[in-house]
């Protein structure tokens, strides 16, 4: 396309056809005010405000909605333009009430500050303010529509960012507002109080719900969110140390853009709890009491050195967290395997099925794992497997659901008509555990079609033939038994399908499932079959639900692989880390949490140093494991919050928060994200990595980091997959760094196995329970809600977490939305209040996680997930009755 | 007041022909308006889902505009001008006789879904001043008379139907 030139007030520009007048502009650094402008949004031209002049016809034009031409002689500030920039502001404030003295939005209305350049004080017009009532009653929100001025950025915002649709322009001229179906408050309509329309509204009319702070913050910083592995990219702003607001970082080439979501926005108020950790404790007669710093440290490292020698290094074990940053984790199970000998070290990513990610990260030899969430866009088809990502990782559904607005096929497989239904093109309701039979099937319909990548399976694969075979042994018509699903549903889905480059999005539907090794063969055949991997228009998406669930992997804390995923079990890699550390590495396979568990119940377990995790409430049977615990020597627990596994421990160490740290994490696409604090931690508490510099003096250790940079450059020195981590140029993608990535372009591998197909019989109805229960999360917990738990806001709002039920059955059971009800498992109970929905099948129920005290653990078996005896943590089967 | 019936399956059948096309919001909004003389709100959601809109910007156009209407009205909607050249030639004493004979005031409409009276801020036809429009038909140069012989003719009408 040819460059336009043109000139804005003197200055020559060239600038591609279609550019904006604005946008031209602002490349050269020249400033036009605008209203309704934003970068990520449509341009829509509604506030006037952007005017400019063409000197040449005298023409005005609203800037940021008008291209450039050829010969434009552009001026932005001519006195024309200034009066009609001046009448405009003044009829905007005319219709305006005039409460900016008390208004939340204070400095930072965009609007007075467009008045206060442009020197509008008194408008001399008559006021006509427009009084709506104010809308306050959610915790998150507060909607003063009066100060509205129908700039329209939170209606795009809602539709074409975050596509919720909870807000639309209602009624016309004067009365017009932005307002919910049927006018309700926010809180009755669809909106999932993401804050995105919040952050960007230029007035008051949208603004912060605080209950303990009014005003603008003192200081702002940047930082990634601790909540998710998305890892949005944020600036929070605090006053007198305390993070007081959040806001999107509305940085280019972030994953999250201007899009955030409730946790990240708004449940960072668990910062300021009182239960927040400020100095170390120990427990005295079983009371937790205030100790100095030295003291805690040198009791905890004595305690653990005296309990590896008089029981040996596999008495001593370690939970790192998929929370803390990549430089402590690796730091973590460094104390672990080269000052204890042994790699029993594991972190909360247990819980969020490692097992079946193991089966990604050993048939593919650690490749594919990771791909940009901005390749959703590029996807040809999307297929969400067992995952409800506007729960568990919501920005990234924005991304699945721009995606199929714009026309993508999207295929949801879910027994629950999860809010991504209503975007899919096919909605494949299966029978819970039966999705290794549905991909299976799927691959076969594929296959007769003729509908394979041949050039890739040659390529890069092996086995090929022996999976057709299996392929061609399936019946369909079994396939739609086992599954529940119509032959109609499986053919429009496999033409859906046919000849594109797939995305898979893979959740806990899968991964924590009975079946889900199986499941997750099966669907890697089909994802290697369609030539879906190394395409940027397929490929495989794991959710990640924590912060740094790949980060501590990474680093390797885990009891099978060594820092950089090396196989613990290959003598070569054992070495090149036995060099590195200057110390023997034990080649024996280390304890999982659920062995941890189990080996404290034997008492062959004596001594546990946890970090940032919280077992007691996030692993199923919370009292086998509170006991199991007990039984403990010696449990040494580093935390930012009083929770529940504390109590019980010996030692408590106050951490850092994520916003009061330095560190980098790894988001689930595989980017390093680093960043520097916000706020000083809290009271006495530290840097996690700092404590473990600290401790790893006292228990012998010679080597003394003092800077995290030390640590980095480690890192970076020893992890190819981090080489960059203490460069200057930011440390990147794990993907594109790694060198064992399987895949390039033009690369060599080994070739990738196919495995055979797998027929699966699930039989799982029982007459003493009759139900199957799907457990799944809810947007406003994160994990099992330790910590947006402890959010005010979260509890304000007073989601209940109801169990949800089919008509059918509440009508059967004689059960109404608010009843209580009991529900039962072989392995407990729990009790609580149901919600009769339409999208869910007889016989299924679903029960939100993380509330409670997340109860919900106490109706699942405490198995090791994937292991061939476990039936899973997905669901289970129970019965109900009336309370 | 009891809710107006309406006939569900004539609502589906036609939001049901209009399945999956983004594009003919207008056109169906315009059907529904006709055959069931208002837009049940209940139907906005139904609208919605099947033209892969979201409710509210379904609601949004709807409240846009002035032809639709999300209250049932009445078999006969009564607009009288309340315009400039209308209040000069006596549209206030039209308005007046008209909330006398039909019972009702601005906005309202009787329990059987006869009447439904409105005011309008001009309609356009002020050389006939004092005007009204009775549905799609214009009345002119009113005075009391006439007014009560064109409702006459309505209230005829509706016995016979
Ligand atoms: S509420 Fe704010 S963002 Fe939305 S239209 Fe009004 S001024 Fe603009
Ligand atoms: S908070 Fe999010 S979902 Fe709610 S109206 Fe705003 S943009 Fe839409
Ligand atoms: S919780 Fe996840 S999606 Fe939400 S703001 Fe934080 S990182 Fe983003
Ligand atoms: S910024 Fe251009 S019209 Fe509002
Ligand atoms: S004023 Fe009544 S028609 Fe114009």
Known sequence: MEDITLTINGKNISCPSGTSILEAAKQKGIKIPTLCYHPDLEPFGACRLCLVEDEKTGRLMASCVTPVAPNMTILTDSPTIKTHRTNIIRLMLANHPESCIVCSQGNRCELRQIAADLGVGETDLYPMPHYTGLEAANPFIVRDLSKCILCGKCIRADHELVVAGAIDYNLRGFKSRPATLYDMPLERSVCTFCGTCLSMCPTGALSLKNEQYVGSPQNESKTICGFCGVGCSIVMGSVDGRVVEVNPSHEQETVNGSTLCVRGHFAHDFLNTKDRLTQPMMSHNGELTPVSWDEALDIAAKQLVDIKKKYGPQSVAFIGSSKCTNEENYLFQKIARVLFETNNVDNGGYMSGRAVLNRVEKRMDGGYRINPLSNIDKAEAIVLLGADPGHSVPVMSYYVKRASRKGTPLIVVDPKKTEMVPFSSVWLNLIPQSDSQLINGLAAMLWKKNSFDAAFIDRFTEGFDVYCEGLKGLNIETVCRDTGLTMGAMEKTADLLAGKKIAFVCGNGILKQRYGIHSMNALLNLLLMTGSPGSERGGLYIPARENNQVGAWDMGAVPDALPGRRDLGIESERKDWERAWQAKISPDRGLDVIRMIEEAEKGSLKALYIMGENPLRSLPRPERVRKSLERLDFLVVQDILLSETCKIANVVLPGAAFCEKAGSFTNMEGKIQPFEPVVAPLGEAKADWEILDLLAGKMGSTQHYGSLEKVKTEIARFIPMYRDLDGHEGPGWVGNKGDRRLFNPDGEGTLIPFTPVVSIEHKDINDEYPFTAILGSQRFHLGSGTRTGQSDRIRDYGVKGEIELSLEDGARLNVQDGDSVRVESEHGFIEREIKLEKGLSEGFIFIPVAFNANDAMNLIGLTRLGGPDSPGWQGCQVKIMKL | ?161
Request: proline content about 6%.
């Open chain 2, 1 to 161: 007041m009891k809710p107006k019936e309406i006939d569900r399956e004539q609502l589906k059948a036609i939001i049901d022909r209009h399945r999956g096309k983004t594009w003919a919001l207008i056109p169906l909004l315009q059907e529904i308006q006709e055959t069931i003389g208002y837009i049940p709100p209940e139907s906005i959601e139904t609208v919605a889902e099947a033209l892969n809109l979201f409710p509210s910007q379904v609601q949004g156009v709807i409240t846009f505009y002035a032809g639709f209407s999300l209250e049932p009205k009445g078999k006969y909607v009564v607009r009288v001008c309340r315009g400039t050249a209308c209040h000069v030639k006596g549209g206030r004493s039209i308005l007046r006789l008209m909330r006398k004979e039909l019972g009702l005031d601005e906005g309202e409409t009787d329990p059987e879904y006869r009447f439904t009276l409105e005011t309008v801020a001009c309609l356009g036809a002020c050389f006939l001043a004092p005007t009204m429009m009775v549905n799609r038909n214009y009345y002119g140069k009113l005075n009391p008379n006439k007014v009560t012989s064109v409702l006459a003719q309505y209230r005829k009408k509706k016995g016979e139907s």
